[in-house]
């Protein structure tokens, strides 16, 4: 008898326990009052504790990374668990979520699934938030952590425009089975937690990692490729088939490693599409590639497309800063802290098309003279959706005349010193539609009297006919001076690093600019880049550094 009354109050909290009424409330996202295609929030709510999920994920179709929301209310405790894959499972404890928010109660009452409304606002991150919730079924559920400590939000609205709202409420007998929590999870801290999710969103290509780019003929190699006595690095990387509608990004990051000045840098891709490739070049000699003779004699090899070769993709063009990280140290001045890298981001997803499925080479270069030089880590980066190109967005080089085997004995390209400039011809195999050339272009050289800091208009003509005058110039350079620890300073208080240039700064990308060339017809075309470099002063001389590729359908 004893027993039976010790078991009793066991027994009846497990009957009060497993008759605790269970919610099941499922939230749609809308804009402009109308409901938008996007994977439903599912919430469980029982008194004292709530589960979030997802329509995918309780349906069986769980899209990874997946997560799930358990709610505690009484230890303001939230705990996150994350899907990586079907057996693989990260979580962490959030204690702070459910006490961030304080709430502005509002008069309006209204009725929402039949339940009576109370009105509230708050903000998060600058925007205005507004909830609607219910304190009819004396439960707390919301859809995201805003709004948990009022009762049941029906509705969570953003800036008045978008959100969430319960499309419906159903009381079900328990919590079911796919309500049901993730074991046997890794417990992470909060940011370590965020990252492993953040990083499973993409596809990370790790391409270089703190190499250096320097000027020393007897460099190691190891498993990099290096030409030109150390200033070009090299490297053969695959690449996953991905969705070509995908996203692509290179994240470049330099600091110095001995070299004080603001050098050229360039990221590019060997062009494989015909029978002579870059590479041969860089294997071989410079002087087995096709060669351009400009109007004064002067021969250039490697720089424009021919029947048979194709010059590199340039990816993206950066400038290096005067001396960042290693000389932050030489350099003190008052209300200035020096930036401890430089860092260059830019979108190449036209460029998916020659990536996605192959093996390709990828390298970088950065002219300079000194033995420690600079030290670079590249990274590619390929993102899921939302590319502005449409299917079938093929890109074919053209030209490209940055020196990038200065070293190896390819000139500074002076062709623009002549009236020609740059003219040749190009075949076009089939015919093409909505063609852009996406075209880069900065001038250097000739100190105060030359091209880097004189404005000079650069003309395109197609076929003998003009399709474009622009003048490329950067006046922002001066928002980089933390870049610049050692750049050199003027008796009017300016540094070197914050004068105006033609088309580029210390420490930035020169972005490409994309010009309209509308439907090319197959057969043979001409194109023409004019500019009116300056002559040469002295030993100095202008030069102009100019790329360009095809985009087109």
Sequence with gaps: MKRTLLLLPVLLLCLAVSAQETYKITYHYFREGAMIKQDPVVVFAQKGSSINSRLSQISGQTRYPAEMSQYDYAKNTVTRY????????????????????????????????????????????????????????????????????????LEYKVNGSSGLRAASIEKLKSLPAEAQLPKNSVLQDELSYKDIIWKRKFIQIPIFQNQQICFQPDIASDSIMRFAEGTVILKKVKIPSVPLNSQAFIEL??????????????VFLIAEDQKQSFLDGMKDSVNVLPKYLDGNGQVFPGMIRTEGFSPVYELMRFFTPFGVKHFNDRVKLKGKTWQDSAMYRQEISEFLPELAGKEVYIGTYIGNY?????????????????????????????????????????????????EKGLEFEFNVPADMKNVKLRYISTGHGGWGNGDEFNPKPNTIFLDGNKVIQFTPWRIDCGSYRLYNPVSGNFENGLSSSDLSRSNWCPGTITNPVYIDLGDLKAGKHKIKIHIPQGAAEGTSKSFWNTSGTLVYQ
């Design 370 to 418: 000194d033995k420690g030089g600079h030290k670079v880590s590249l990274e590619l980066t390929i993102h899921p959706g939302r590319s502005i190109y449409p299917e079938g967005t093929k890109v074919m080089s053209l030209f490209n005349t940055t020196n990038i085997l200065e070293m190896a004995g390819q000139e500074y390209p002076t062709m623009y010193g002549h």
């Design 82 to 153: 994350t899907l990586l894959t079907a057996n693989q499972v990260i979580s962490m404890k959030d204690t702070t979520s459910l006490k961030r928010y304080s709430y502005e109660k509002l008069p309006d009452q209204g009725n929402m699934l039949g339940y009576k409304t109370l009105k509230a606002k708050t903000s998060l991150n600058s925007n205005s938030i507004e909830i609607i919730y219910t304190t009819d079924l004396g439960i707390q559920a919301a859809p995201n952590d805003v709004g948990q400590s009022l009762g049941l939000v």
């Design 253 to 266: 990051v330099q600091t110095s490693n001995g070299d004080a000045y603001d050098r050229t840098g360039s």
